[in-house]
């Protein structure tokens, strides 16, 4: 069964680095999403992606965020100058078509910043 | 924007009783609503999803209701069994160009006691 698979599983940074996220979505699929969730809390949204563009996205991904897929298979999220509220789980995910479609989810990235 | 309220936070129930989710959306533009289960360590995996223009739909021991003019809609476990332990998330999703932007809940915690 095809998946959505993420890298790494667990991201331990300094406060200030840059890191970069990176997904693997699911091969036919069209539209891409990064989404966190801080330690029990909710999932929350971050940014679409689709047609190589940023098709909406949330008052979190602000300057700091950035999202690019580089090679046609990669969909990655890079973080400049992390800070420690940054530490997270992140959650790649895509879906075949747009609205109203199923999203399968990666299984996250933790990321910690210290 | 969006609000999604979900409650409760946190389900007990024994072995082969039955388990009701509830959530609260605002925006009445939300159009599709996924449910999803989140084991440790995990992404969330949708379950079971509703569009606006169904009241009801149902998959083997899983159900799910929509009442769009009273903005809620639930999710019923029947027969629970202790592999139903898990976060279930609710979310309601507007959408947006040929993309669709879901806002989680906080998550429920079912605890299903052997």
């Known amino acids: 069964e095809p998946e959505v698979t993420q890298t790494p599983s667990h991201q331990v940074t300094q406060m200030g680095q840059e890191v970069i996220l990176r997904c693997v979505p699911i091969?036919?699929?069209?539209?891409f999403y990064w989404y966190r969730q801080i330690l029990g809390q909710k999932v929350e949204f971050l940014v679409s992606f689709y047609n190589n563009e940023i098709s909406e996205k949330s008052e979190i991904f602000d300057d700091q965020f950035s999202v690019e897929r580089p090679d046609g298979s990669n969909f990655t999220l890079k973080i400049r100058s992390t800070k420690l509220e940054d530490s997270a789980m992140y959650f790649c995910?895509?879906?075949?078509?747009?609205?109203?479609?199923?999203?399968?989810f990666g299984q996250g990235t933790r990321l910690t910043v210290v | 924007g969006e609000n999604v309220e979900q409650h409760p936070s946190t389900l007990s129930v024994q072995e082969g009783d039955s388990a009701v989710i509830k959530c609260t959306y605002s925006d009445s533009a939300s159009n599709y609503f996924p449910w999803y289960k989140q084991e440790l360590g995990k992404g969330p995996q949708l379950i079971i999803d509703?569009?606006?223009?169904?009241g009801e739909k149902k998959d083997q021991r899983i159900a799910v209701t929509l009442n769009k003019t009273a903005k809620h809609f639930s999710l019923h476990i029947t027969e629970t069994q202790p592999e139903d332990s898990a976060v279930y998330f609710c979310a309601a999703s507007i959408p947006s160009g040929g993309s669709y932007i879901p806002t989680f809940g906080r998550g429920t915690s079912l605890i299903v006691h052997p």
């Open positions: 509703i569009r606006s223009n169904v």
């Open positions: 995910a895509s879906s075949e078509a747009g609205h109203d479609t199923e999203a399968f």
């Open positions: 091969s036919n699929h069209l539209y």
